[in-house]
């Protein structure tokens, strides 16, 4: 099966999910992007270039990890992990933007824009643009500006500006919408680094094709390491990147299931989550230029979402997840704030890994269904990201009162500095 | 009567109409009624009827700021429609439904269409729906005898706004600049040249709207366009000097 | 030349530094050691269970980075990267690590103990522990507790105890005394990991083969990507495990010029600096367990020492480096603190790389000396590790007006809580 | 007249000789000398006075921090042997110089040898200087008729005990135990056995240290012993009550 090989007319569509929704000034920016992705895709070089890039600059390939103790601890399946952690910028959003990156110098533009969340996507972007010299906006809700200053940190020392959006709820989609705005307006010298699989065609197909050397590669490293495929694989889904990522490595073989692990925030019924598809909650509806499941109302004005990651916190989900989904081909869980913070932990003192919060919803369905699957059983987890730039988070999720008094300290000290 | 019609009727007693925006329930609905009321009294000929939406990544500041108060306050899409159906019964200008896509998607194309129709609007813009994605609207609107307004813009090509035109019925929005609503566009060369160019491939009367803020604006289209649309302006002027500052603006755009 | 081919009786002598100064007590344990790491150093299996390891676990072989855009501006020699900072945890510290993990188990010991200065190697050590269920003890001065509790808060939640050390500095230096009485106590069960190639023999001989993989790695890698050998390589040294890890790569190549570089700190003359080799303020010793260059007085007693970079804040110098000086072998620089934050701000933003603090500290010399080099020619700069774990000093160092108000925020936040 | 004959002669009148300990300056110079009176008094036959050393790695907290305050009250190598000068011509008991290595390296070995004979010093204990490392210091130490002191440790092989013996002279000094100085050592078939594999690898006298704080520690090693070094034990005691105390220590200990 080749979810990109559209139907006549039907193309960016995935079932009924996706397609094109933007004002129609961007048509024919939207066009020309398009023409150039198609020629990206089909030019080998290309490709042979950007696996190139990010083997000599962000590492690749990232190794797969054998979990012995974690395995022996849950006495199930034998676990194993895709380590885009180890990605330079800590995650695997630089795959997606440096492949972008090399698409914006094709279409002979000099600046480049990106909405984050978390910031790990903006991170990358600034990243990104600083190696490539391209002039960096990175639009940002104010609400995540204040609480993940580390990366806004990095994004303005990597010489990115960063605007704080005030609109809306201040998040993550305001700064997409925010992105949006100033696309209409620049897109002559302009490109917009999308950082999931959503948006409208062809970003879902573009990032995932980008994101697909996660799946290539551990597709190949399980082969060599474990001498068979995986019976299962994990991944936590936001936009759906990551998971795309690593699921296009193993898309077409019958016998390993797929599993996609979302934000479940405060869990089912709660309201406070951001679970578009393994809760009930979600409809489908259009906005941000294309059409997904969103957790909306029923007049299709979005609702406010909830997750400990950052990352998983949106309203929607990659059109080709929602095709997937309806299709039976990939299954949806849900991971809450709680057992994030418990899979952190065991995970932290067990095997020396610290994923991202995001990552470690992968993580928590894992661990759920090990202990039920058979010892020669393996199950693959894509830890898409390291959790050592989300202290701040963290030690807020674990409570650490030695973290805090630090934090006072350190406030003390500066105030002092000023007097 | 349908949109063309009357903007052709209306044209034989002036060079160039008028169309103004409220978004529905910003600041309330009653300051929306007086609004309307002025602009009627100066004799507005269309009124767009925004309804709000929580992601209206196509506005600029202002109306972003006024769709997030609407949809705080509590407004909902009954309410506009309701709201809609006073209007369009009240005053002798035209009224158009203005949103994205979502909320006509939500409650179904089909009930999208009879809504308004109900309301009395006599179109819809919706600046995120593609044309690629309006066949079924379409085709519902022209049964319905409603119409979907068309836009063309300054980065549209000539094979681009071939396709627009041969789908364009009513009229066409012309987007005067790139950018969201809401700031001063130069009105220069390039407008009359985009406005010419768009001519070549419809023959419905053309709106040109972004930016349109002054009588100046206004001289400068007479001639070349049926109709300024003047949006952000107006909000401004409610809201930094209330009805009799909104009254002396439309006197002074329509002088 | 092999720098560990001993002649008779001087096992474990660098010229005249080196040896092996402990309390009688140890003798047996530095012996059993010794015997034991002969061993591994005989067994090729050894070393090939070590690659993998770091392979599936840290992802080597790190990459080697062209810097395009700063050989450009510089407008001299074309500046390559090897990029220790990708690994696992953050630096080049988790290689030893991890050799000393395997090499601990064959001696069938179940605890390990750890000195740690900026956090990097306790965080290293504290990882590897996890990793191979070890129980772990790090020391650490209190006065580094205090400053870097971010590498705290992860030793911790890696699940090591950490110590802080009250007596002397209360940092690196006595962090190694706290480390050696805990030794002599517990050697039965205990391995000491000790975090550089200083100390006593075989340590600095044994850290220097773990840390070889990196200079094997480049070495290898330099002549694919660039067809030839570079002319200069360049690292910073603390300890000097870093540095001696990527030059025994080429320390046999007579045309490659090998440079360290060191904390210079406030600059020659200012007494608060920790250079060893490039000022003339250090003088031979005995301390720690071994002989070589000393910042001390003329009785013996060390000196306080300072450095913008924690982990290169430190009394004394591997003494291989302090042989290889005598011989003219490596040429020794130092970068001052000021050089250090302009080095790095360059760095961010014309190549999207964030040194450690650390490792800045080569950049600033390769960054002075490239402008005199030729376009042909060819300089190696190792990036011990990435900079993106030391925000809060970085933050200091560049006096960040909006991340210290965001640390006054979340303070109040925290008191605010708590009532 | 040296070390070990010294040591023979006092053992001609008492079955167990005491080693006491100062760390040079702390808390003062004046306060060593109240101590070294009271244990001169009380009998005490060996001091060794301890030369502050800035990473004092083999010894435990309450000596590592009188190493630190006395380096901070800036104490030197000069003011200890002139300290060392003072002692040793004023009390009968003999005295040894106790430090780490760096203190006579840094001086050179041979100045280091000069420097504690013309002290009065009858040795020397340097528990960071292992014997692979000191045969310089050995010899010149023979010349100048002093004594290096050798260390034997629970973790000592035999054969390394029967090497240390080889090249033991004036006494070896037996560690009670794996550790750091200062805590308590269990008295017991360890300690005795201990001893007893020492003995069979040297004929030099036999102190042993670390942990010893009590009569009950000597009466044990009465027999075995023929030193028992008191180092941390006093300290505390002079620290916590001062001179009466340390009397009061002295004279239980030695009763
Ligand atoms: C580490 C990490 N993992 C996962 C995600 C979720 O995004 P996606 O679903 O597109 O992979 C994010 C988003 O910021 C992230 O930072
Ligand atoms: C990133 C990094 N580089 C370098 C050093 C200095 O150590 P060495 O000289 O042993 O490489 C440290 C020490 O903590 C470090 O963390």
Redesign the interface.
């Known amino acids: 099966m080749d979810i990109f090989d559209f139907s006549d007319g039907r193309e960016g569509y995935y079932g009924e999910y996706g397609g094109v929704f933007l004002p129609e000034i961007l048509h024919a920016t939207i066009e020309e992007l398009l023409v150039c992705f198609r020629e990206c895709k089909a030019d080998p070089t290309f490709w042979q270039d950007y696996v190139t890039l990010l083997q000599n600059y962000s590492g690749r390939p990232t190794p797969v990890t054998h979990l012995e103790n974690l395995s022996r601890k849950l006495g199930g399946a034998q676990i194993y992990v895709k380590r885009d952690d180890l990605n330079h910028t800590g995650s695997h959003k630089i795959n997606n933007v440096m492949g972008q990156g090399l698409l914006c110098q094709r279409l002979g533009k000099r600046k480049v824009i990106a909405e984050t969340g978390a910031g790990q996507h903006g991170f990358a972007t600034a990243t990104m643009a600083a190696k490539f010299g391209f002039e960096c906006k990175i639009y940002m809700g104010a609400v995540d500006v204040a609480r993940q200053r580390p990366n806004v940190f990095w994004m303005e020392n990597l010489g990115a500006e960063v605007i704080a959006v005030e609109d809306g709820q201040k998040t993550l989609k305001d700064a997409v919408n925010e992105c949006m705005r100033d696309w209409v307006t620049n897109m002559a010298d302009t490109h917009y680094i999308l950082g999931t699989a959503c948006g409208p065609h062809p970003f879902p197909e573009m990032v995932s094709w980008f994101q697909s050397i996660i799946g290539l590669e551990a597709r190949e490293q399980m082969l060599k390491q474990t001498g068979r495929l995986p019976d299962r694989v994990y991944a936590c889904v936001g936009g759906g990147s990551n998971a795309m990522g690593i699921f296009q490595g193993f898309i077409n073989d019958e016998n390993v299931e797929l599993i996609g692990s979302e934000g479940g925030g405060e869990g089912v019924g709660s309201y406070m989550h951001s679970s578009r598809l393994a809760y009930d909650d979600a409809t489908v509806g259009v906005a941000q230029g294309y059409k997904t499941y969103f957790l909306q109302n029923e007049e299709g004005n979005m609702n406010e979402t909830h997750s400990v990651a950052a990352g998983l916190d949106y309203i929607g989900v990659n059109p080709i997840f929602a095709h997937l989904h309806d299709q039976g081909k990939v299954r949806f869980e849900a991971a809450t704030d709680t057992e994030v913070k418990e899979a952190l932990k065991l995970t932290m003192r067990t095997e020396g890994l610290i994923p991202a919060l995001e990552s470690t919803h992968a993580f928590v369905t894992a661990i759920k269904e090990a202990p039920t699957m058979r010892k020669d059983e393996i199950i693959l987890i894509n830890q898409s990201g390291r959790g050592d730039k989300d202290i701040f988070t963290i030690a807020d999720a674990l409570d650490d009162a030695k973290w805090k008094s630090f934090i006072e300290g350190k406030a003390d000290q500066y105030r002092r500095e000023k007097n | 009567m349908g949109l063309q019609s009357f903007i052709a009727e209306r044209k034989q007693s002036k060079d160039i109409l008028v169309m103004a925006h409220v978004v529905c329930g910003y600041p309330s609905f009653e300051e929306n009624m007086q609004e309307l009321e002025i602009m009627a009294e100066a004799g507005v000929d269309l009124v767009e009827l925004q309804f ?10 202002l109306f ?2 006024a769709n ?1 108060e609407s ?1 705080k306050a509590g407004t ?2 009954d309410q506009c429609f309701d709201f809609m159906r006073q209007v369009s019964g009240r005053f002798p200008f035209k009224v158009l439904m203005m949103g ?4 006509a ?3 179904g194309e089909a009930t999208f269409v009879r809504r308004v129709k109900e309301a009395g609007g006599v179109g819809y813009i919706l ?4 044309i ?2 309006s066949a079924n609207l379409h085709r519902l609107s022209a049964q319905a005898d409603i119409e979907p307004i ?8 000539d094979k ?1 706004l071939a396709q ?1 035109g041969s789908v364009s019925r009513g009229m066409v929005y012309v ?1 005067a600049r ?3 609503t809401g700031s001063k566009t130069n009105m220069g060369d390039d407008v009359l040249a985009l406005i010419e160019r768009c001519r070549q491939h419809t023959d419905v009367p053309m709106g040109v709207g972004f930016g349109i803020s002054s009588k100046s604006d206004l001289d400068f289209l007479r001639g070349s366009a049926d109709i300024a649309i003047v949006g952000t302006a107006a909000l401004k002027t409610w809201q930094q000097s209330g009805a009799s500052g909104l009254r002396k603006f439309f006197a002074e755009l329509m002088a």
Chains 1, 3 share one sequence.
């Open positions: 709000p939406f929580s992601e209206p990544s196509a506005d600029g500041p972003v700021h997030e949809l909902t899409v994205y896509y979502n909320t998607f939500k409650m600046p995120d729906l593609p690629e994605e068309i836009l063309m813009t300054p980065t549209s090509s681009r627009l987007v790139k950018g969201v």
